[in-house]
């Protein structure tokens, strides 16, 4: 089985954006940018929800090179949508099916590296209910929201986690990295 590491970015608060979608708080630093960058050369698989993708489009990226990305959308309009916004990325798929069965497939098949889950905490709430996710690692702000979209809605059981990793970046964030315990 291929390990599923979900990656994602909170406020102190637990938000992973305002109640908008707004993520105009999040620090990008190079710091950042070379973790991810070596985070990336392990895995060959990308998931990511529809608003995340279209986070992605705004800052005028299409896809992480190296990696087929998976874009999931529950409502075939919205994926219909996309794929036209988008147009032919060879690296790209926008997928209206069933996260959870579709992350699963993926994960039972042979490969040499991972699979990368990126934003959405409905996404990943689908995932840890599904128990798909293996690790995750989390870039925690040094920012209180108030409110917003909270970092993992709807999880229908306790998850217990095991800490493996702590890094205390340039920009004030922390990084933590967990093992789910099973």
């Given at each position: 089985m291929r390990k599923v590491t979900l990656g994602l970015a909170s406020s102190l608060d637990n938000f992973i954006a305002r109640k908008?979608?707004?993520?105009?708080?999040l620090q990008w630093s190079s710091e950042v940018a070379e973790i991810s960058a070596r985070f990336m050369k392990t895995v060959d698989v990308l998931v990511m929800g529809r608003k995340t993708y279209e986070v992605m489009l705004a800052a005028g990226e299409t896809s992480y090179p190296g990696a087929t990305n998976y874009v999931f959308t529950r409502a075939a309009d919205k994926a219909a949508a996309l794929r036209?916004?988008?147009?032919?990325?060879?690296?790209?798929?926008?997928?209206s099916g069933d996260a959870a069965t579709f992350v699963g497939q993926l994960k039972s098949t042979r490969g040499k590296k991972g699979?990368?889950?990126?934003?959405g905490g409905k996404?990943?709430?689908?995932l840890f209910n599904a128990d798909l996710i293996d690790e995750v690692?989390?870039?925690?702000h040094p920012v209180i929201l108030g409110s917003g979209i909270p970092l993992?809605?709807?999880?229908?059981?306790q998850i217990n986690l095991e800490l493996f990793e702590v890094k205390r970046l340039k920009n004030s964030c922390i990084m933590l990295s967990y093992r789910l315990q099973r």
């Open positions: 908008d979608g707004g993520s105009d708080w036209k916004r988008v147009g032919k990325k060879p690296n790209v798929q926008i997928v699979i990368a889950v990126f934003g996404l990943a709430s689908r690692v989390l870039n925690v993992f809605p709807k999880i229908e059981r």
